[in-house]
């Protein structure tokens, strides 16, 4: 059974003065191993991946145990939250950023990423 949730939340922009610029990430030649060591380093681009997280683990309770939620997403924010949900994911063969009508499924066991598959 699928429903819309009628809900707005805050969506911060992943792009932070100082820390990524506007479309950085299709510059980059490792995008995700580069968002991997600036969600080390800086907080304010920590807090708007947790940010964005924490929705998408909203979402995700909110279906039934092998179900699916449908999260839309931007360039500059999804690919810092995918390395958040997976810190341990294989950043390198995730390849480039993400361009325009690409994603990435995800699979949770409760509220942790198992595993993250690239779609392009």
Known sequence: MG????EMVPWP?????GVVEHHDQWRWERPFERYADLLESSRS?????????????????????????????SGGSIEPVLVAAAPDGDHAGWG????HLQGATLNFDGDTCVSVTIRR
């Open 96 to 99: 480039p950023a993400l361009q």
């Open 13 to 17: 922009s992943g792009y932070l003065t």
């Open 45 to 73: 681009l920590r807090g708007v991946a947790q940010t964005h997280l924490a929705h998408w683990l909203r979402a995700v309770g909110r279906v039934d145990r092998g179900g699916m939620a449908l999260v839309v997403s």
């Open 3 to 6: 429903y819309a949730v009628d």
